[in-house]
């Protein structure tokens, strides 16, 4: 098998050369156009190599099957197949030049190469050379020809031609008649290449001597060795008519349209005869010779000579038709005259363009870049001409595009970004339209799916959440849900939840809730102290499974609700230092209204919870004293009488506004006695040895007294310049006296207020109603500064404040006044 270029000039072969050439199965391969193709005789063995496929394409053999190479054939049967392992294009199937092109030259197989990853199309074309392997055959195997005796030498009788399938030198090349006294064979060439035998009479007839003539006529063709086919032929010598029909041309030849209907005419022969009378009239007739397919297609009418269109005729199945047409006359014996008719088809655009889908890649992935090969996609018309011309064009708003490639051919390629989530389907109309006058068109539709990628992460339904949760729930208990959605498909849209690792007070989140991680249900660890911890964030993270992982994060604000779980706490008179009884001193001179102690109590809880209202219980003489309600100010209801007990019990009741109501109690004890001047507080009764040690404590607390008394000084200077400044902004501001009784006041005004009546001596800092922003502070100091106490109330509000309670001694002016302003906000305090 020789290999060689297309371009190499062919020589001039002898017919010896060509059958060499043929027997030892040359094999032509070139690329042209990017194109390649093999040469090769009909009639290979199976298995026969054609040419190695994977050198010629530059493929690496370890590719082919990788790669997934495969064979795609315009004609329907698969001839040839691939050798994965050696790379060698093979005969597969008999191949029959006559079959696949009959007389078509040169024979040329497509074939279509498909590779993929990446997608590609190569084509090759297969040349099917032709070999002498048919003889030449006349249809008709005995023919008759009716001759007059008269008939002058010279006279020329056409006889039929004969077949042969091969083409090329391969075809008829030669006839030759058996030897005769009167008759010799001449040979005519039509202008394609075709021969025509004619009988000519070189001796005039004598019907007395020879009635019948045997004559045999051979057909020979080129080939090596030559290929033979005969024909008889007998003459019959007839007597008068001397005179045969004579036709005005050889060859007549028209044009038609293959859109022709039947009825339509074509054209007219004509011949005229010198006879007389019967003898000069003529019919017409088709020859002897005329095929099937000929008589189907045309009707020649035997009186006028007019060839008229009797089937559809089709310029693809046949664009050129010859035949015979015999004029006979009435004589006895009768006369005929012979013309040749040619009829060539005019192609019309009458068939409709068809797109072949060769490969197609679906579903396709989303994230494919631009240029991506989606499908493999060629046009055809048979139609010749401009009326076969095709081009593509697709539907407008897709992200596809079509690019041209070589003989109709064409590959589908993405033309932008694809999306899924937008749209997970094309349907690509692609619509064919050939150059005929009008042109024809047809519409084939791609659908092309697309495979999700992980490009969209989880999106939660909400940005932030909000939740409240009561103190003291119950283990495991649910706090709430989040959702997440994911516009992904599958694994790609799968979501799980988890808790991203952070502090609260210093201890990991983990160990206050947890969460479901399949549908983000989050769940308490432990119950909540809203005393210890009141707000807390929760960072939660939605994450997919697709590769690589997508997430998103979205915040939880939990806010602990206070409960009502802690009872009121007293802080003056202190019962833990002193028992539960307190003893307090008051002379017998005191007037009504007269100010024995103060009780002070705190609620850890806040809001209504921490509202604490004071309640005398029991007394020795209950007409004697009184307790306010919100105060906790223990003062004389009338002046004391020489009838009065000396010692005077009271039981005060401490309860908070909570539900259910948390209450405390404690016991005061009062001395009533004469001449007493100075206001005693109720002491602590301890006996400190005097050391060096207590000498540093006393210095210490003359030291930390200082610098509170300092401090507190600049806050009231703060406090006092913001009220002067909210004032100007407001129009309102005032300072007035007052008594405790401003502590009920509704409105969140910022109130100082200083108390020295009796002997317990006290400042109060409020800042509105319990339900506000503000805060309220209370201190309580004694005329002795070693047992003196200041103390910080616990806020009114929900604000966390570190330092609960402090104790210091301090001393204040004997003045009670009171300084007002307009709200104050938290963000002021």
Not at 4 to 15: E, F, P
Not at 73 to 88: H, R
Not at 682 to 707: C, F, H, M, N, W
Not at 763 to 770: H, N, P, Q, R
Request: some cysteine; proline content about 4%.
């Amino acid at each position: 098998m020789g290999c060689m270029n297309q371009g190499i000039m062919q020589k001039k072969l002898s017919v010896w050369q060509v059958f060499f050439w043929w027997h030892s199965l040359f094999l032509l391969w070139s690329t042209i156009d990017g194109q390649t193709r093999y040469s090769i005789p009909e009639e290979l063995k199976q298995g026969s190599v054609v040419g190695n496929l994977a050198k010629d394409l530059s493929l690496a053999i370890s590719e082919l099957y990788r790669r997934k190479l495969r064979i795609t054939s315009e004609a329907g049967k698969q001839y040839f197949s691939v050798d994965l392992v050696k790379g060698d294009l093979v005969v597969r199937d008999r191949i029959d030049r006559e079959e696949l092109c009959e007389q078509r030259s040169p024979c040329l197989l497509p074939l279509e190469i498909v590779i993929e990853n990446p997608l590609q199309l190569h084509r090759v074309e297969i040349e099917i050379q032709d070999t002498n392997d048919n003889s030449p055959i006349f249809l008709t195997k005995e023919k008759v020809l009716k001759i007059a005796e008269l008939v002058n030498p010279g006279a020329r009788f056409p006889l039929e031609s004969a077949q042969d399938p091969d083409v090329g030198p391969n075809s008829v090349r030669s006839y030759i008649i058996s030897k005769n006294d009167n008759f010799k064979l001449i040979v005519k060439n039509h202008k394609d290449g075709t021969k025509f035998p004619e009988l000519v009479l070189e001796k005039s007839l004598d019907r007395e001597k020879q009635p019948l003539h045997k004559l045999i006529l051979t057909a020979l063709d080129g080939g090596d060795p030559v290929r033979s086919g005969t024909s008889e032929i007998t003459v019959t010598v007839l007597d008068i008519n001397d005179n045969a029909p004579q036709f005005e041309r050889q060859v007549y030849e028209a044009n038609l349209s293959e859109n022709a209907a039947p009825g339509t005419e074509i054209l007219r022969v004509k011949a005229t005869d010198a006879d007389e009378g019967q003898n000069g009239e003529i019919e017409y007739y088709f020859g002897d010779q005329t095929t099937d397919l000929i008589l189907s297609l045309f009707d020649i009418e035997t009186s006028s000579g007019a060839i008229v269109v009797k089937g559809v005729v089709d310029y693809e199945k046949n664009f050129l038709n010859r035949f015979d047409v015999i004029a006979k006359d009435k004589g006895n014996p009768e006369m005929d005259g012979h013309c040749g008719v040619e009829i060539k088809i005019v192609d019309v655009n009458d068939n409709t363009p068809e797109i072949i889908v060769t490969s197609l890649t679906t579903p396709v992935p989303e994230d494919s870049a631009t240029g991506t090969v989606i499908a493999l996609i060629s046009a055809k018309d048979s139609d010749s001409g401009d009326n076969g011309k095709v081009r593509l064009s697709l539907s407008p708003k897709t992200p596809f595009k079509l690019n041209p490639s070589v003989s109709n051919h064409y590959t589908l390629v993405t033309n932008g970004p694809l999306d899924r989530e937008k749209n997970d389907t094309y349907s690509v109309t692609i619509s064919a339209t050939d150059s005929g006058n009008p042109p024809l068109s047809s519409v084939k539709i791609i659908t092309v799916e697309l495979l999700d990628v992980n490009d969209n992460p989880p999106v939660f339904s909400q940005g932030s959440y909000v939740v409240y949760v009561k103190e003291n729930c119950a283990l495991g208990k649910i706090l709430c849900s989040v959702s997440a959605s994911d516009s992904d498909l599958g694994e790609n849209a799968k979501i799980s939840y988890s808790i991203l690792d952070s502090k609260v007070q210093g201890v990991s989140v983990s160990s206050y809730v947890y969460i479901n991680s399949d549908n983000g249900s989050i769940y308490s660890m432990h119950s909540f102290d809203y005393e210890k911890l009141k707000v807390f964030q929760i960072q939660v993270q939605a994450k997919d499974q697709g590769s690589p992982s997508l997430s998103s994060n979205a915040t939880v604000h939990v806010f602990i609700l206070d409960q009502n779980d802690n009872a009121p706490a007293v802080i003056y008179p202190s019962s833990a230092a002193l028992g539960s009884l307190s003893h307090q001193r008051m002379a017998r001179s005191a007037k009504a209204g007269h100010l024995v102690t103060k009780v002070t109590a705190v609620d850890a809880d806040s809001g209504h919870n921490a509202w604490i209202s004071y309640k005398l219980a029991e007394a020795t003489d209950a007409s004697l004293f009184t307790v306010n309600l919100y105060t906790g100010e223990v003062r004389t209801k009338r002046a004391v009488s020489e009838q009065d007990d000396s010692s005077q019990r009271l039981l005060i009741e401490i309860k908070d506004d909570g539900e259910p109501v948390q209450s405390a109690t404690v016991t005061v004890s009062v001395l009533l006695e004469d001449g007493l001047h100075e206001p005693i507080l109720d002491l602590r009764q301890k006996t400190v040895e005097p050391s060096k040690k207590s000498g540093r404590i006393t210095l210490y607390l003359i030291l930390s007294l200082a610098s509170v008394s300092v401090l507190s000084l600049v806050t009231f200077l703060i406090l006092a310049v913001k009220c002067i400044r909210n004032s100007r902004s407001s129009g309102s501001c005032c300072m007035r006296r007052s008594d405790c009784d401003d502590y009920k006041n509704p409105n969140r005004n910022l109130q100082i207020q200083l108390n020295t009546d009796g002997p317990i001596k006290y400042v109060e800092v409020l800042g509105g109603d319990m339900l506000s922003q503000s805060q309220s502070f209370r201190s309580c100091m004694s005329p002795m500064s070693e047992y003196s106490d200041f103390t910080f109330v616990k806020p009114s509000s929900t604000t966390d404040f570190k330092e609960m309670i402090s104790v210091l001694d301090a001393s204040l002016p004997d003045s009670t006044w009171t300084f007002e302003s307009q709200q104050v906000s938290s963000n002021n305090n």
